[in-house]
């Protein structure tokens, strides 16, 4: 009884391990062919980014690369809301960016996986209408903390199209 | 000669194998005892029979199943031992591997270290591992994105601690639901 459960569990190990391996080779091999695609100012592009990459602090690559495996996990529906407000955000002044991105970041009441802080009560505007989730926003200290200009820039990253 | 010794004697007796003195002793008592004489003519008779069988050679296969047989058995003490030993191990490197991955891949992949065996790019008087580049090529290229994802993530998140706090509204119910704290 307890071999066939180890025997059983080993197998099951073993699948985990030869998929997650033949995942990363199949990812590796995909970037070899698009890399090798590359016209010589692309590759001269990308290796300026690893540069940059390189100099960073391992906890931002380790951040970065988090949340490259979160995205991989989220619904199309997401990825395509978040992929919109990524073109949006792109087109943000760069100062509207970052005072929205720190306000964020700073009031420390929003969380990336939706757990909320112990102590405090957390909302999430998922699956809220349009109407909701602006009667929501506007009772924030949050969106009372944004210029003029940084609500119309968060109302664009919000109701994204 | 008594009859216990000489019946002690019939097999060497019939094979001939006993010293010539106690060969002739066993004969003289057979002649004096007729009891023992029918014992032995009895054996004799049966000795002979046993004779007229013909010794049969057992099948090659036979020894060879039985052999293989034998090693099976074997090897399947062994594996008895071995397996769950070996499961232990694959399981525990599995869960190792599975936890460690991230971290792993981050030191693999994005380390300041170059693999010496990687082709390396010369650019500006520096070396660029190409082997790393590719295999973070589809972080590289959305880079941005992947660092502003946090902040993307968020929006889809509203507090409102403030609120109570402003309204002091912490011992009433609130209309809004609520995540657990």
């Known amino acids: 009884m307890t071999n066939n459960f180890l025997i059983v569990s080993t197998v099951f190990c073993l699948l985990i391990l030869a998929t997650g391996s033949a995942a990363d080779e199949l990812t590796i091999e995909k970037n070899r062919q698009k890399w090798q695609k590359m016209s010589p100012e692309e590759k001269n592009r990308v ?34 809301i978040l992929r919109g407000r990524f073109r949006t955000y792109k087109q943000l002044k760069p100062s509207v960016k970052e005072s929205i991105r720190e306000k964020l970041q700073n009031t ?6 939706g757990h909320a802080e112990k102590g405090k009560r957390y909302r999430s505007l998922k699956d809220k209408s349009d109407e909701e989730k602006m009667n929501m926003i506007e009772r924030s200290m949050f969106w009372k903390s944004l210029s003029n200009e940084e609500k119309e820039a968060f109302k664009q990253l919000m109701f994204v199209e | 000669m008594n009859c216990d010794a000489a019946r002690k004697s019939f097999a060497s007796y019939i094979e001939g194998s006993l010293p010539d003195d106690q ?4 004969t003289e008592h057979f002649e004096r005892c007729k009891s023992c004489r029918d014992g032995y003519e009895s054996i004799l008779h049966a000795w002979k029979t046993l004779d007229l069988w013909e010794d049969v050679e057992p099948p090659v296969h036979m020894k060879k199943d039985a052999m293989q047989k034998l090693r099976d058995e074997r090897l399947s003490d062994r594996l008895h031992f071995l ?7 694959v399981i525990a490197m599995t869960i190792f591997l599975f936890y ?5 891949r981050s030191i693999r992949d994005m380390a300041s270290s170059t693999d010496s065996t990687t082709v390396k790019i010369k650019t500006a008087g520096k070396e660029i591992s190409e082997e790393e580049i590719i295999s973070n090529l589809q972080i590289l290229q959305d880079k941005d994105f992947y660092d502003a994802f946090d902040t993307l993530k ?19 119910k609130s209309s809004l639901e609520f995540l657990p704290a």
């Open chain 2, 154 to 172: 968020k929006i889809d998140l509203l507090p409102l601690a403030d609120d109570f706090q402003e309204n002091h509204h912490y011992d009433k």
């Open chain 1, 108 to 113: 420390d009441r929003f969380t990336a996986g």
């Open chain 2, 100 to 104: 460690g991955r991230e971290d792993h």
């Open chain 2, 83 to 89: 397996l769950p030993v070996a499961a232990v191990l």
């Open chain 1, 47 to 80: 290796i300026e980014i690893y540069r940059g990459w390189k100099a960073q602090p391992e906890e931002k690559k380790k951040m970065i690369r988090r949340n490259y495996e979160t995205y991989h996990e989220l619904s199309p529906q997401e990825r395509d």
């Open chain 2, 23 to 26: 060969q002739r002793l066993v």
